[in-house]
């Protein structure tokens, strides 16, 4: 070990997601992470960023170096603010960094790295008061199978039992499940503080797990990412409307009318809010898409059921449609660019939100969650 590289010989802090009783990742001040992995048996460890996650590594495997007491160490350029994905290979072998938490991506408990950002704390733990992430059961007739659904309840939801709410559905991304919003987007701490300053209106919101299997479907293998196709968008849908939808109404206090529904997602998320949502105008009055992974051509004669034929009709029925992407995610944001001249050629009142200079990430979509929950269920 260097002492560059040792704790306590530089200005940093350990990263957020280290593990209690781990020293590293150690993030320096001036942005650079050190990794130390000790694994004195091993010929060779490399670190693995997940794949779109450009402002790690710029999503390139980096070598470790080894040490004389079997420690490996590696040191990467400056990291921006935010949240990425990431595994190392043991002698090719992939494997999780016993040094930080595991969150659920790429299909499997994968390892992650929080650079906190000094400039905000939007999405921090802070001192305000914070609503509950409620974990709810429930056999799902659609798929005739038990499903987990978590849940946010804001602050005092238990103190005033008359008091309603509307009801925020919140999709992850692909390879994820329902724990992404609040393990790696921190929604619940994003909504916790936006209440606090009076910005946003209180809302339950509900996380579901994206991957709806009919009955008797055999699950994926582990580790395994399904494609996102129409026969899954629809059995995610219909899960969704004839499923989730009633069970929430029956077990929260909701205020059960489309107008106090709204559907949002983040890139496989997104698609599927846009396709289930806009579908489903009698459930949902406000639809919302982070990163949607939506890369054909748009026609809105035909595109989520004729639901953009007619502008004047959606744009009665309609709260909000809301869009947004990273400027550093390219395909996404063309997707966008390409969907709003679409939309604007048709007519379709929309809203779009750019997320400066990040990429496929977690910190475009808190961003994004953070800028569109003001806006919901208001005016």
Request: proline share 8%.
């Amino acid at each position: 070990m260097t002492p560059e590289s040792t704790p306590g010989t530089r200005d940093g802090q350990r990263s957020p997601s280290a593990v209690r009783t781990a020293e590293y990742p150690w993030i320096h001040a001036d942005g650079r992470v050190t990794f130390a992995v000790p694994a004195p048996s091993a010929r060779t460890v490399e670190l693995q960023p997940g794949g779109h996650e450009s402002g790690l590594a710029a999503g390139s495997t980096l070598p470790f170096a080894r040490g004389e007491d079997g420690l490996w160490i590696l040191t990467v350029p400056p990291v921006r603010p935010g949240f990425y994905y990431y595994w190392l290979l043991v002698d090719g072998v992939p494997t999780n960094d016993p040094n930080t938490e595991t969150f659920f991506g790429y299909g499997r408990p994968t390892s992650g790295l929080e650079v906190p950002d000094p400039g905000s704390d939007f999405h921090d733990l802070l001192d305000v008061p914070h609503g509950e992430v409620r974990t709810r059961w429930f056999h799902a007739a659609t798929t005739g199978r038990w499903r987990r659904c978590l849940v946010y309840t804001p602050p005092g939801y238990d103190d005033d039992p008359g008091r309603r709410y509307p009801v925020l559905y919140l999709q992850h991304g692909a390879g994820e499940d329902e724990r992404g919003w609040t393990m790696q987007g921190r929604a619940n701490f994003i909504l916790d503080n936006l209440l606090d300053r009076g910005a946003a209106e209180p809302m339950i919101v509900v996380m579901n797990n994206g991957y709806a299997l009919e009955p008797g479907e055999v699950p994926a293998t582990s580790g395994s990412i399904p494609e996102l196709s129409e026969r899954l968008l629809n059995a995610f849908g219909d899960l969704l409307v004839r499923d989730v939808v009633p069970m929430v109404d029956a077990t929260y206090r909701t205020i059960p009318d489309r107008s106090s529904r709204a559907l949002a997602g983040l890139s496989m998320g997104g698609r599927q809010a846009l396709s289930v949502g806009l579908a489903n105008p009698d459930t949902f009055a406000s639809v919302v898409a982070f990163s949607a992974a939506l890369f054909d051509p748009l026609d809105p004669e035909t595109a989520f059921g004729g639901a953009l034929a007619d502008a004047d009709a959606f744009n009665a029925r309609t709260r909000l449609l809301w869009l947004s992407a990273g400027t550093g995610e390219q395909r996404f944001d063309e997707a966008l660019t390409s969907m709003e001249s679409v939309l604007a050629k048709q007519g379709i009142r929309h809203h779009t939100y750019r997320s400066q200079g990040t990429a496929h990430e977690w910190q475009t979509w808190r961003r994004s969650l953070h800028n569109v929950a003001p806006l919901l269920f208001r005016g």
